[in-house]
């Protein structure tokens, strides 16, 4: 019985912090979308300096991994392709697996550790210093100052990122098309574009998209969350880190089981 | 500014209208009650200190007066509104008129100090930059950080720390300025400026002012009128002189610097704890065993 009860209150707590994080969502969301049409400007400056942070900044590391992560999944499918003389499609499963699946996921994730964690220190320790407070007191909504240049950022670099490491994993992949499956570079590129239809890339982006919403959702909660003294904000690994991740997948694995199901 | 011309200059504006009204008010965090019915008005123009000991619930005040914790029940009206029961736009408008110096300053880090005297300025008007900068200049000279706009808060002392956040609460020309401990972590030298700093701008702006604190030197300076409070009560209100002169025992203990009962029962144990109780024919003992 006790068991029973304690799934419950999981449950409870897990749907009433999905809620918390679609409020704060749904709030940047206004100051995005609506608030400029009621004159209240979107703040373009924080939003593009967040946008270096989040995006820009977070090339190098993301261009290195997902060329890796291109070929070593080049080096898994041809094992097993080889064995049906099936080379040549090399291409094609490193394509369709960046694209759908693994370029935004991996994205995600890097951007979880970048990102994620980082807007929860700096909420976190504006909580702490009462810098939040003082917001709220010169009438400044924090959502508006804080977390929606965040959300403007993220849904718009998540999508970007998201291409550019499907490309550079292709080129990973494209690699070992060269040196070990008889490709030319202009050849597996080719094969590479047949083998992708536009709706491999869309559903990538709109989870990406979705992946943008729900790291800034969890990183600013927590860090509107945090609780009093400095020791709060230190705490590693953050609880947003272990939030984005699980919410991350999750979000993955439903939007997949609806592309799947609609036929995608 | 000599300090008599000062004290002399006290109440002269006050107006018997208050600026902040508060009836009856109770705050709690979750089953636990703050403040048990706090009621007592502060006229415009007027420097209302509250006193109260550490948890007494002095800071819980505060934060109900601007807006950040919510009252259970009762009423707080700031400028002619009843802020328990209004709409987050309609705080949002009172809150433009009032200006809070926070204990930490609570400056941005991320920005300079120019920036975040400026900040409220670009938020709630439609000001042209060079209109702001002259502005924001104005505000750090009025509390003697002229030069200091392009410094990072990090650079500045606590005392400039704290001038610098009260030039920004200063921005938008506030009708009531709030201070939560302005003089906490401060040498006595740099408090004494800052108390200098709320007589001048008092004397100059005619302004009302709250100011939370528990060093009774700075509050017997700035004050007008005191508010004693104690374990979420008001024990005592009054003018500076009254509260001088109450024989109200626990504004005597506050006043007098006396140790709670239990506090000095416990410095009597801890005392014969450490007295020394080797025996006699012991070398050095005093054979109190």
Request: aromatic fraction near 8%; hydrophobic fraction near 50%; proline fraction near 4%.
């Amino acid at each position: 019985m006790e068991l029973v009860s304690q799934i419950g209150g999981g449950v409870t707590n897990g749907l009433a912090y999905v809620g918390s994080l679609a409020t704060l969502a749904g709030r940047a969301a206004w100051y995005t979308f609506v608030a400029p049409f009621r004159g209240r400007p979107l703040r373009l400056t924080r939003a593009f300096s967040q946008a270096m942070d989040c995006g820009v900044r977070a090339l190098p590391i993301l261009s290195l991994i997902t060329f890796f992560f291109g070929l070593i999944l080049a080096l898994q499918s041809a094992y097993e392709l080889r064995k049906f003389g099936a080379i040549d499609l090399v291409a094609t499963a490193v394509a369709v697996s960046m694209t759908r699946e693994l370029g935004p996921l991996i994205t995600a994730i890097i951007v979880i550790g970048r990102s994620g964690s980082a807007f929860a220190a700096e909420i976190g320790t504006m909580k702490v210093t009462e810098e939040i407070d003082a917001l709220e007191t010169m009438a400044i909504s924090p959502v508006s100052f804080l977390v929606a240049p965040k959300f403007v950022a993220m849904i718009v670099m998540l999508p970007c990122l998201t291409i550019w490491a499907n490309t550079m994993g292709i080129l990973g992949g494209g690699v070992f098309g060269v040196l070990q499956a008889d490709f030319t570079i202009g050849r597996y590129v080719r094969a590479s574009m047949d083998a992708l239809i536009l709706r491999d890339l869309i559903t990538g982006l709109i989870k990406s998209v979705m992946f943008g919403m729900t790291i800034t959702a969890v990183g600013c909660l927590e860090g509107l969350n945090t609780g009093a003294g400095a020791e709060q904000v230190g705490k590693w690994p953050p609880p947003a880190v272990g939030w984005s991740f699980f919410l991350v997948v999750l979000g993955d694995l439903v939007f997949t089981m609806l592309f799947f199901f609609l036929g995608g | 500014m000599a300090r008599e011309e000062l004290e002399m200059d006290r109440s002269d504006d006050s107006s018997s209208e208050p600026m902040v009204s508060l009836r009856d008010l109770h705050v709690a965090y979750g089953d636990r009650e703050i403040l048990h019915g706090i009621s007592f008005d502060v006229k415009r123009g007027e420097t209302m200190v509250i006193l109260g000991g550490s948890g007494s619930g002095k800071s819980t005040l505060l934060r109900t007066l601007v807006g950040l914790e919510q009252a259970s029940s009762g009423e707080v009206w700031i400028r002619g509104k009843n802020i328990a029961d209004i709409s987050q736009d309609e705080m949002d408008e009172i809150r433009k008129h009032i200006g809070m110096s926070f204990q930490g300053s609570a400056l941005f880090g991320s920005m300079t100090v120019g920036d975040n005297v400026a900040l409220p300025l670009r938020e709630h008007t439609k000001l042209e930059d060079s209109t702001i900068e002259i502005m924001l200049r104005l505000k750090l000279e009025q509390v003697g950080l002229a030069g200091f706009e392009y410094y990072m808060p990090s650079q500045l002392s606590g005392g400039m720390m704290k001038r610098a956040a009260v030039a920004r609460a200063m921005a938008m020309d506030p009708e009531i300025l709030f201070f939560d401990e302005p003089s906490a972590g401060l040498d006595p030298i740099i408090a004494a400026g800052i108390d200098q700093l709320i007589l001048e701008l008092k004397k100059a702006f005619r302004m009302t002012i709250v100011v939370v604190t528990h060093e009774l030197a700075s509050a017997f300076l700035i004050a007008d009128r005191m508010v004693l409070i104690d374990k979420g009560n008001v024990v005592a209100i009054g003018t500076v002189d009254e509260m001088r002169k109450s024989t109200q025992p626990r504004v005597r203990q506050f006043l007098d610097r006396v140790a709670e009962p239990e506090v000095a029962r416990e410095l009597d144990y801890l005392q014969m704890l450490t007295e020394d109780r080797r025996p006699a024919d012991m070398p050095g003992g005093k054979g109190r065993a």
